[in-house]
């Protein structure tokens, strides 16, 4: 069984971002075990911290580390990527590693009408930074837009086309890891 870990983009309790992860964690239960990473209770990146970091810190890069792949949900903040993820990866990319060689799978949920498009070309190149260094999947980009109105009562996306493009990205994303 393939060991995933989701990173989660943002750090409130009601994020879309979140419910589209626990939605795959449980559609995909036979495929993949996917362990939901926090960002929000990472400590600001301080050069004068690293080379003693957190606990949380340790946690979250050695997850990505052990793990056989990441699957990053990324919301868009005033067109880029939320600064708790930027953080999150900015952790990753001094000292310690675990993104580098590691295949990423990139997925996003917001509100309006693009979803999250152009947060998610900013962070394909962030993830292409010499510190970071990942595989990320390329060709396939599964955009959730009108996030509030996609999810029912209990968390499951309620569009059978969205699902049918998730189950194919996810295919391509697993063929990747394989390869
Ligand atoms: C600070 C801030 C900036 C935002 N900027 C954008 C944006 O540039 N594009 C967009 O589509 N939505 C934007 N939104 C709305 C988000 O798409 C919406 O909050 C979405 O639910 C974020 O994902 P989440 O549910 O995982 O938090 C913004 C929201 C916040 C709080």
């Known amino acids: 069984?393939?060991?995933?870990?989701?990173?989660?983009?943002n750090n409130w309790s009601g994020s879309t971002n979140r419910q589209l992860l626990q939605f795959m964690k449980t559609r995909y239960a036979a495929q993949f075990s996917l362990t939901l990473l926090e960002t929000g209770q990472l400590p600001l990146f301080s050069q004068d911290d690293e080379t003693h970091p957190t606990e949380a810190v340790q946690h979250f890069?050695?997850?990505?580390?052990a793990a056989?792949?990441?699957?990053?949900?990324?919301?868009?903040?005033?067109?880029?990527?939320p600064a708790?993820?930027?953080?999150?990866?900015?952790?990753?990319?001094?000292?310690e590693h675990p993104l580098?060689?590691?295949?990423?799978?990139?997925?996003g949920s917001a509100l309006g009408p693009m979803g999250t498009v152009r947060a998610q070309g900013h962070l394909r190149q962030i993830l292409d930074s010499p510190g970071?260094?990942?595989?990320?999947?390329?060709?396939n980009e599964f955009l959730l837009s009108k996030a509030h109105d996609q999810f029912d009562a209990v968390g499951t996306l309620t569009n059978q086309a969205t699902i049918k493009f998730l189950d194919e990205c996810v295919t391509h994303y697993l063929a990747f890891l394989n390869a």
């Open 1 to 9: 069984m393939l060991n995933l870990v989701g990173i989660v983009g």
């Open 100 to 107: 580098t060689g590691k295949k990423v799978m990139i997925v």
């Open 61 to 65: 890069r050695h997850a990505i580390a």
């Open 84 to 95: 708790v993820l930027k953080n999150a990866l900015d952790w990753c990319s001094r000292v």
């Open 132 to 139: 970071l260094a990942a595989q990320v999947l390329p060709g």
């Open 68 to 81: 056989d792949g990441v699957i990053i949900a990324t919301p868009e903040h005033n067109h880029s990527i």
